[in-house]
């Protein structure tokens, strides 16, 4: 009998600016619904796919350390942010799939917005040699054929998989996974500081904290 896998590790990026309850619960729910060693959360140094956030790399990092510090199962990576040029997802499944070896279940953790614009990532394909893709609800954002464009759509109906497929190979298949519904964004966000209104409850205190003691997104 070969050896079974070790069970999936989950990884999520994103630019965290800053980071809010949406994330948490998806990397929170994303462990209990998809059975994940843990959840290895990579903030983007420079990111590719938008505007340039407001707040430095360095303090996006600290505020991603500050939440997700007190669960054992969350991991903080720092490799993107200390790299000093942008950030692609590729290169990043590449580097870890080096460090955690071949046999090792990688499941990329995406909200539904951010698999709508996987086709627009650099050599977009390669994720699915390197990792597992499992989608999370989001509101605004259906994960149906007639949502997607027509080459991401084939990849969904070809590589569409229950979530035993996360743990039977290191890469390859796409689930996805209905998490509680929270319409927070991180521009919602930003929006509410510049504009001098409450944010509270929508991130964790520390990480407001850290915002309010640093001055940080006043002037959105
Ligand atoms: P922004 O509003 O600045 O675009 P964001 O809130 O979408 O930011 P990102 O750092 O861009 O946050 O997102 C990282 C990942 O988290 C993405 O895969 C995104 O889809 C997902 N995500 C963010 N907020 C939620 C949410 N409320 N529910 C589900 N997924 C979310």
Redesign the pocket.
Known sequence: MPEPLPAPLGL??????PV?F??LR?AEEAIGQLTLAGVRWLPAGLPTH?GEPQVGPEQRLAMVRLATADNARFMVDAAEVEAAGPSYTVPTLERLRRQLGERQPLVL??????FVGLESWHRWRAVFDLAHIAV?H?PGFPVTAAALPPPLAAELAARSADVAALGAAPAGAIVTFA?TQ???????I?ERLAAGRSIRYLLPDKVLDYIQTHSLYRNA
């Open positions: 999520f990026g994103g630019t965290f600016d809010h949406g994330h998806l938008r953790l995406l909200g539904a917005d951010a999370s989001r998490m929270l319409a927070i964004s991180a521009t919602d930003r």
